[in-house]
T-cell receptor
Framework: DTGVSQDPRHKITKRGQNVTFRCDPISEHNRLYWYRQTLGQGPEFLTYFQNEAQLEKSRLLSDRFSAERPKGSFSTLEIQRTEQGDSAMYLC???????????????FGPGTRLTVL | KNEVEQSPQNLTAQEGEFITINCSYSVGISALHWLQQHPGGGIVSLFMLSSGKKKHGRLIATINIQEKHSSLHITASHPRDSAVYICAVHRNDYKLSFGAGTTVTVRA
């Protein structure tokens, strides 16, 4: 059973460019979360999917941010017209409702570090 | 004010010392998590608590629901324990609120 994977691990872009990150959760995990972590801080909640439905989107996510989980498996997070303030680590996590596991235990991916120049 | 406060922010210990990290929260929760983050970003779940105490190897986590407080203890600390330890609380069905983390450095 592989863990949560994220791609790319690092992304350097120029201000104004669009970027897209991918998260592959643990197989058959129906819950998927995106977080953002800036240097020296704990992660902050961005958005949550249960299967393919996006159930909450944080106020932190401006209209430049969009996330999808089209088939209830992998998810993408897109940032349009990037700004220097978007520089952060973007973390994905997944968990499962299935019997035998506690949905509250989230498994984190290694993160995508975004640097906007 | 953050819903989850951790102390200390940084901690340096000599190998073998007993380490305590504290976490206080101000909201109702269904569970509290202690997480470990190594340089490079990966986060690993250490404990999930809703009451009492849990122990895993040299790590012990306790929670006092009435006082809205939790502690993470590391006994006989080792340089490989050097990491950022993050307290997070489950407020509702899915949302985690995180503390800022405690950076632990254990010197040989």
């Amino acid at each position: 059973d592989t863990g949560v994977s994220q791609d790319p691990r690092h992304k350097i872009t120029k201000r104004g460019q669009n970027v897209t990150f991918r998260c592959d959760p643990i197989s058959e995990h129906n819950r998927l979360y995106w977080y953002r972590q800036t240097l020296g801080q704990g992660p902050e909640f961005l958005t949550y999917f249960q299967n393919e439905a996006q159930l909450e989107k944080s106020r932190l996510l401006s209209d430049r941010f969009s996330a999808e989980r089209p088939k209830g498996s992998f998810s993408t997070l897109e940032i349009q017209r990037t700004e220097q303030g978007d520089s952060a680590m973007y973390l994905c996590a997944s968990s499962s409702d299935s019997s035998g596991g506690d949905w509250r235990t989230q498994y984190f991916g290694p993160g995508t570090r975004l640097t906007v120049l | 004010k953050n819903e989850v406060e951790q102390s200390p922010q940084n901690l340096t210990a000599q190998e073998g010392e007993f380490i305590t990290i504290n976490c206080s929260y101000s909201v109702g929760i269904s569970a509290l998590h202690w997480l470990q983050q190594h340089p490079g970003g990966g986060i690993v779940s250490l404990f999930m608590l809703s009451s009492g105490k849990k122990k895993h190897g040299r790590l012990i986590a306790t929670i006092n629901i009435q006082e809205k407080h939790s502690s993470l203890h590391i006994t006989a600390s080792h340089p490989r324990d050097s990491a950022v330890y993050i307290c997070a609380v489950h407020r509702n069905d899915y949302k985690l609120s995180f503390g800022a983390g405690t950076t632990v450095t254990v010197r040989a």
